[in-house]
């Protein structure tokens, strides 16, 4: 099928702002916004996924995050000093933060005329789209939480061997981005899905080429380490949502799902509800290099619904109203 593919554009979201974005798919489809993590720019949403969700009837936009890619650079050194700070809890002044990231989101839903959009996130992407569930619900037809975490310091955070590679400093250059590049990736990847080294180093040059910034990243990683306990508060959404983490994921350990599965309503499950979407158990239907070995919350409608659910095809942990649980597969 033919989708209508934008050039990379730009949208001015607030003073001293600039966005970079592309869209796929019909302006009139369901629009659907892609949030990006720690220094990644929209080009790590693949284009094949971007136009497989265009196939199931959605207007995807995919972005670069301030300090990311091509879109504006912000101000404020960020030193070594400053992240062990952060890293340690201590407090430290954080150059802008998560709910300023979230305001960009809704100022590109604005520049494009779109009052509500489903929000997909990963890692950090993930903690912006829970902040913008949190900040306007009304904006928000559903929200999908990938790999990431709720803020509070016991759940998800960064496994300890991939701290010395995250503050290494060294030579700059496509060269030397690349070499460090496809170093963090084979920490990082999932070892369900393997890449290969050459693929690692192809995908590092091609993000050399569409934009980087070592400082720009630091400034991101400060306003992670500083956000908010959101726990409390994810405990009153009412959004459908829909949360994804790799139980053998090195950057964010999860633990029932980083804390977002707890969040269900005061209670319990409530009667269809769905607990538990094990991917790993099920057939693979995935058009990217997506782990299956995975767990998913919310309810068996939010993953029909969902734009991620073309994903897999999961077994669903379900309670009766007599309280009698059961599995079934989702069509």
Not at 53 to 60: K, N, Q, R, T, Y
Not at 229 to 253: C, F, I, M, Q, W
Not at 263 to 275: F, H, Q, V, Y
Not at 312 to 322: E, G, K, W, Y
Request: proline letters at 8%; a positive charge.
């Amino acid at each position: 099928m033919t989708h209508l593919v934008t050039d990379l554009l730009r949208a001015p979201v607030s003073t001293g702002v600039e966005l970079c974005y592309q869209t796929f798919g019909d302006p009139d489809g369901e629009p659907l916004l892609l949030v990006m993590g720690l220094g990644g720019p929209l080009t790590w949403w693949d284009d094949a996924l971007c136009l497989r969700l265009a196939d199931e009837g959605f207007h995807v936009i995919r972005f670069d995050n301030r300090d990311a890619g091509r879109s504006s650079r912000m101000r404020g050194k960020v030193t070594r000093a400053t992240l062990v700070r952060a890293f340690a809890g201590l407090p430290v002044r954080a150059p802008y933060s998560l709910d300023d990231m979230a305001a960009d989101g809704f100022g590109l839903l604005d520049h494009l005329g779109i009052e509500s959009a489903h929000v997909a996130g990963i890692s950090m992407g993930g903690m912006i789209v829970q902040t913008m569930a949190l900040a306007d619900p009304r904006r928000v037809r559903s929200m999908t939480s990938i790999m990431s975490t709720t803020g509070r310091r016991t759940v998800g955070w960064q496994h300890p061997s991939l701290l010395p590679p995250l503050l290494t400093g060294g030579r700059t250059g496509k060269e030397a981005y690349v070499a460090q590049s496809t170093r963090m990736w084979s920490l990082l990847g999932s070892p369900a899905y393997p890449v290969t080294e050459e693929d690692n180093r192809v995908r590092a040059a091609e993000t050399w080429d569409h934009g980087v910034s070592a400082a720009g990243t630091l400034r991101q990683m400060v306003a992670i380490l500083t956000q908010p306990d959101r726990e409390p508060r994810l405990r009153g959404v009412r959004v459908p949502s829909l949360v994804v983490h790799g139980l053998g994921a090195h950057p964010t350990k999860p633990r029932r799902d980083d804390g977002l599965a707890g969040t269900e309503p005061p209670g319990g499950p409530r009667t269809g509800s769905a607990r538990w979407v094990r991917p790993d158990q099920s057939e693979s239907r995935s058009p990217v290099s997506v782990s299956k070995t995975c767990t998913c919350w919310g309810s068996v409608e939010t993953w029909k619904t969902s734009p991620l659910r073309t994903w897999s095809r999961p077994l669903v942990r379900t309670m009766s109203a007599d309280g009698v649980p059961s599995t079934s597969l989702v069509p």
